[in-house]
Each structure stands twice: as structure tokens, then as C-alpha cells.
């Protein structure tokens, strides 16, 4: 069974960073693309970043210039870096992973979601 999990989420002032990480655990996996994405209350939920298989990295308008994805097939893990939060970044991030089991066979490859990391910046 995988499962998706993120952590690093926290209280953070204004100005201040977060490093999210995203964990994927199972046997004889492997994370083939990963994206970022948050939901404010009373908002939906929206895309912040994506890296696709071939490395490639996509940005939403709020998160271009101050946040940056990047994954680690080997240790089937990927990551969102946060730079110079504000008050409207506050919001639960959710990890999005295509994962392949068995690796390499393109024909396995399922959607996970992670549960939510929170992010909470003060106004």
C-alpha cells in the first residue's frame, strides 16, 4: 500500500520561510511527478507547483519567485520551499504524487494525496 505523507508545515511571521517535505512509502515504488497544492478556507483548492517527470517546474502567479519544487526519486520524496510568506499564503498544503509500482512500468502508474501540512503566517 503507499501512502503520501507531508510534514513541515508551522506558524511562520511574515517574511519568514517553510520547507515542506512530501513522503511517499510503499514497496518497490517510485514518484514519477509531484504537486503542490493549498486550500484557504472558504477558498478552493488551488495548484502552487508541480515538477513533472522529465524535471520541468511550474508555478502558480502567487508562488513564481518565492517558492521552488523539487523531488528526490530516490528516496521517493519531494519538496516545496517557501520564501518571503505572507498572510495569503496561510493555508492547508496538500502533496500530490504520481507514483509508478513497479518502477518503470508506465501502465502502474496511480495518483496519491497526502492528508494536509498546515501553514499558518500571522497577519
Known amino acids: 500500500q503507499v501512502q503520501v505523507v507531508e510534514s513541515g508545515g508551522g506558524l511562520v511571521q511574515a517574511g519568514g520561510s517553510l520547507r515542506l517535505s512530501c513522503a511517499a512509502s510503499?514497496?518497490?515504488?517510485?514518484?514519477?511527478?509531484m504537486a503542490w497544492y493549498r486550500q484557504a478556507p472558504g477558498k478552493e483548492r488551488e495548484l502552487v507547483a508541480r515538477?513533472?517527470?522529465?524535471?520541468?517546474?511550474d508555478y502558480s502567479v502567487v508562488a513564481r519567485g518565492r517558492f521552488a519544487i523539487s523531488k528526490d526519486n530516490d528516496k521517493n520524496a519531494g519538496y516545496l520551499q517557501m520564501d518571503n510568506l505572507e498572510p495569503e499564503d496561510t493555508a492547508l498544503y496538500y502533496c500530490?504524487?504520481?507514483?509508478?509500482?513497479?518502477?518503470?512500468?508506465?501502465?502502474?502508474?496511480?495518483?496519491?494525496w497526502g492528508q494536509g501540512t498546515q501553514v499558518t503566517v500571522p497577519g
Open positions: 500530490n504524487a504520481i507514483v509508478e509500482s513497479p518502477p518503470g512500468w508506465t501502465t502502474t502508474r496511480r495518483e496519491y
Open positions: 510503499g514497496t518497490n515504488i517510485r514518484i514519477v511527478a
Open positions: 515538477v513533472s517527470g522529465t524535471g520541468r517546474t
